[in-house]
T-cell receptor, first 111, second 113 residues
Framework: QKEVEQNSGPLSVPEGAIASLNCTYS??????FFWYRQYSGKSPELIMS????GDKEDGRFTAQLNKASQYVSLLIRDSQPSDSATYLCAVEGGATNKLIFGTGTLLAVQP | KAGVTQTPRYLIKTRGQQVTLSCSPISGHRSVSWYQQTPGQGLQFLFEYFSETQRNKGNFPGRFSGRQFSNSRSEMNVSTLELGDSALYLC????????????FGPGTRLTVL
């Protein structure tokens, strides 16, 4: 089992819809969780961090964390073509004290 | 604040050569982490440096090494390059721990011929 798993996609949604991106992790001791966005040919940029169970909202983005289920998700409301990118989930590796990245989900927002 | 900078942005080398990449973290950040990104493997952790000491290391061969200077700037070196080393090498800085929020530089695209 991979330490951090994401569906590689592509996830295709129409403009204006809600995009839902999911991530599961294996280390129950993980405490910090991050979502990054990476455009093709560019480096990852931070979207959100989340540390507690529940929802955290920032503009059109909502991160959801469920530690019992070892699940973290990112919702993008009113998706725009400019949101088309690869979304990387990163999880603090508990005992390893390093960030573990998933392989990313490619999101395509259709105009 | 200025962001993370990496030099050079692009490199072309041949097999057997060695290469040195440089990273300057955000001012005040003390932790620098290095990653290799390839289409098939995603972001793979190489190592993390803090206060001139390697604090964490990924599963890469000894050909990959790094160091950090007193001003927190970091370099990584790859010796005896192989074709499979072709990748985007990313540096990320964080304030203290490597598991704090990391901010990435633009990366160095290395092509090994």
């Amino acid at each position: 089992q991979k330490e951090v798993e994401q569906n590689s996609g592509p996830l295709s949604v129409p403009e204006g819809a809600i995009a839902s991106l999911n991530c599961t992790y294996s280390d129950r001791g993980s405490q910090s969780f991050f979502w990054y966005r990476q455009y093709s040919g560019k480096s990852p940029e931070l979207i959100m961090s989340i540390y507690s169970n529940g929802d955290k909202e920032d503009g059109r983005f909502t991160a959801q964390l469920n530690k019992a289920s070892q699940y973290v998700s990112l919702l993008i409301r009113d998706s725009q073509p400019s949101d088309s990118a690869t979304y990387l989930c990163a999880v603090e590796g508990g005992a390893t004290n390093k960030l573990i990245f998933g392989t990313g989900t490619l999101l395509a927002v259709q105009p | 604040k200025a962001g993370v900078t990496q030099t050079p942005r692009y490199l072309i080398k041949t097999r057997g050569q060695q290469v040195t990449l440089s990273c300057s973290p955000i001012s005040g950040h003390r932790s620098v982490s290095w990653y290799q990104q390839t289409p098939g493997q995603g972001l793979q952790f190489l190592f993390e440096y803090f206060s001139e000491t390697q604090r964490n290391k990924g599963n890469f061969p000894g050909r990959f090494s790094g160091r950090q200077f007193s001003n927190s700037r970091s370099e990584m070196n790859v010796s005896t390059l192989e074709l499979g080393d072709s990748a985007l090498y990313l540096c990320a800085s964080s304030a203290d721990r490597g598991t704090d929020t990391q901010y990435f530089g633009p990366g160095t695209r290395l092509t090994v011929l």
